[in-house]
């Protein structure tokens, strides 16, 4: 009988970790659909859209260039932040004021409600609309889809691709 009330016990305390009230967020990635302030269309920089991820307990964000992390908790409809870190890519001013705005909202403990596929995070008077990834961009075959480099890897660094280049590759049947 202890056993079982100590494996209830764990799948509770798991589902309360993990769930934030119905909401759960490991495992998936969102991307924005819409961001508005004081009720006002909140346009992003053109070409850019904000990517949340959820994985192992660490958030990842992304508004246009450079990455945010952290570990993330939920207190009830919270979303807590918490030891982030970023990357520091040379980024143009726009996008650049793009991430401090998204990585600061991040952090002010935002509520969050999901529905099916659609996230909401909202702060003060800012909403940001997201859906989940799987359904904005759905996987493509690898096989005869034509693939551009968006970015450089080199040992741990990762760099963009150099301004006005462009690089596409395609995979064919054997």
């Known amino acids: 009988m202890t056993r079982i009330a100590t494996a209830l016990l764990t799948l509770i305390l798991a589902a309360c970790a993990t769930e934030g009230g119905g909401t759960a967020l490991e495992g998936t990635t969102f991307l924005s659909t819409g ?3 004081d009720g006002q269309d909140r346009p992003l920089v053109d070409g850019t859209r ?11 964000a992304n508004a246009g260039c450079n990455i945010f992390g952290g570990s993330y908790r939920l207190e009830g409809d919270r979303l807590i932040v918490e030891g982030g870190s970023m990357t520091e890519m040379g980024c143009d001013e726009e996008r650049s004021a793009q991430d401090e705005w998204l990585f600061g909202l991040l952090g002010s403990q935002p ?12 702060a003060d008077d800012t909403v940001i609309t997201l859906v989940d990834e799987e359904v904005a961009e759905p996987d493509v075959p690898l096989v005869g889809t034509t693939w551009a480099v968006e970015s450089l890897i080199t040992g741990d660094a990762v760099s963009s691709v150099p301004a006005g280049a462009v690089s596409t590759f395609e995979f064919s049947e054997g």
Do not use: C, K, P
Not at 111 to 122: A, F, H, K
């Open 111 to 122: 509520t969050l409600s999901r529905d099916g596929d659609e996230l909401v995070l909202t």
């Open 50 to 60: 904000i990517r949340i991820g959820f994985n192992d307990g660490q958030l990842s």
């Open 35 to 37: 961001v508005t302030e």
